[in-house]
């Protein structure tokens, strides 16, 4: 019987390992009324639809992931059927690509966001609002204590391993800014109930840096760096820092 046991340890052990790293990519914006920020005849939800279906195939050609995209074409989708979409695929990780814009021309830069655990600021509300008008705010209600602290527990978990996939992007990402990983009221962010990054490609609004986005082989580079860098943390997920989120690892907007 003994033996019996440990040859089932073994072989769930085993399927654990050899199991593909589940990933959702969700392309952001979308439709005839979602184009996102538009500058020119550029629009967002083109440009990450075009890079999105590029890291889609990339992942898809690696065994070490199983990936779902939510949309191949300039299709609507509202962001309560994206959480609920992807929750039916159980992925190990949600990634929303999307590209920023600003007042300011010359902000820049890539910036990867997770669920927001500390007091937000006004424009991190604003963007949260301009992005995401429209949508509910859902949370436990009614919940009693129990419910309350599994709750906090799991949301305390999902925004650690969140920070935590977000470090290797860092990593892997070129022209660094002091701080890229940040913290935001995004639905997608919110309303999952697994590890969710929101990654903003770059600035729209910033003219040199929209001319870059546009290009096809910065395209296929970025695609290769998130590539990478999901490879890494799919390796290493199990080695998940255990200090705390602080404000000097990730800030709000």
Known sequence: MKILIKTLILLSLNSTCLAAFKITLDPGHGGPDDSGASYGNVKESDLVLKITKKLYQKLKNDSQFDVQILRLGDESLSLENRVKISQRFSP???????????????????????????????????????????????????????????????????????????????????????????????????????????IEVGYLSHSKERKKLLDDELQNKMVRKIHKALKDYATNMDKTPLSILQPGNAKTR
């Not at 301009?130 to 705010?137: C, D, I, M, Q």
């Not at 990593?171 to 929101?198: C, E």
């Open 92 to 198: 190990d990780l949600f990634l929303s690509i999307h590209a920023n814009a600003h007042t300011n021309n010359k902000a820049f830069g890539a910036e990867f966001y997770i669920q927001n655990q500390l007091p937000v600021d006004e424009e991190s509300l604003f963007l949260a609002h301009n992005e995401f008008e429209n949508e509910e705010r859902l949370g436990p209600k009614n919940a009693g204590d129990v419910e309350s602290i599994i709750y906090d527990l799991e949301k305390s978990h999902r925004i650690t391993e969140s920070y935590h996939a977000s470090t290797f992007l860092r990593k892997h990402w070129t022209n660094k800014k002091r701080k890229m990983i940040r913290q935001g009221p995004f639905y997608v962010l919110s309303h999952n109930d697994v590890p969710a990054i929101l």
